[in-house]
């Protein structure tokens, strides 16, 4: 049990009060023959506070890997609302700035971004690793600040453009949670669950933040 989420401070001032508190309702459940003695209803208390501290530590340990996955997914989820978003909704010609300064000119109509939301770690390196090899790093410069920002993208023969995302935030996690990553065979089960998080938050910003995202450009799809 990790001091993170269950302090020395709670053990003190909560689970052990409540072990003494749970003597009177001994009482009254468990037959007194069975409690004559103090020490064996202090006993109970504390196998009883026990479970209980054992339980408030496993809502912690869920609440913080939820909350880790559902911040993550804000972060990234603003990326489309964000400069991408509004480039994507304006009407000036955008600027790509491939390898070999291969330089493209695309009107943002002309652009379809396709969102990849793995559903496990091994998911998304494999989805990470397909993308590298099928698509290229290009840059955007935005002429209001000067400031380019890179996706992955292929251009097409007809002069269109289509940008591959996915969140590469996710593989931030292992070093937030060492432990859960540690072990090959408990953390591709972790990662489902915490990647679960991930895509539903993003679903939900997708409905929340609706007037601010080009949806027929962006394809949301699981792998």
């Known amino acids: 049990m990790s001091f993170k989420f269950f302090s020395f401070k709670d ?25 004559e003695n103090r020490f064996t209803e202090l006993g109970f208390g504390v196998i ?23 911040i993550l997914a804000t972060g990234y989820f603003m990326n489309f609302t964000g400069r991408l978003g509004r480039l ?25 971004v396709r969102v990849a939301l793995p559903t496990s770690m091994a998911a998304l390196r494999k989805h990470s690793h397909g993308i590298n090899l099928e698509s290229e790093v290009a840059y955007i410069s ?21 940008i591959y995302e996915y969140p590469r935030t996710l593989f931030a996690l292992p070093r937030y949670l060492q432990k859960e990553f540690d072990d090959p065979k408990k953390s ?36």
């Open 48 to 70: 009883l506070s026990a479970i209980f501290a054992g339980l408030f530590y496993r809502d912690n340990v869920a609440s913080y890997k939820k909350s880790l996955a559902e």
């Open 188 to 223: 591709e089960k972790s990662s489902k669950k915490l990647f679960k998080y991930f895509n539903a938050k993003i679903e939900n910003s997708r409905i929340t933040h609706s007037q601010d995202l080009p949806e027929k450009q962006f394809v949301f799809n699981h792998v």
């Open 142 to 162: 935005q002429s209001t600040t000067n400031e380019p920002f890179w996706v992955r993208a292929v251009r097409k023969e007809d002069g269109s453009l289509t």
């Open 88 to 112: 994507l909704q304006g009407n000036t010609p955008i600027t790509f700035l491939f390898p070999d300064n291969r330089e493209y000119e695309v009107l943002p109509q002309q652009i379809k």
């Open 11 to 35: 053990l003190i001032f909560s689970v052990v009060p409540t072990a003494a508190s749970y003597e009177g309702y001994l009482q009254d459940l468990i037959p007194m023959g069975i409690l």
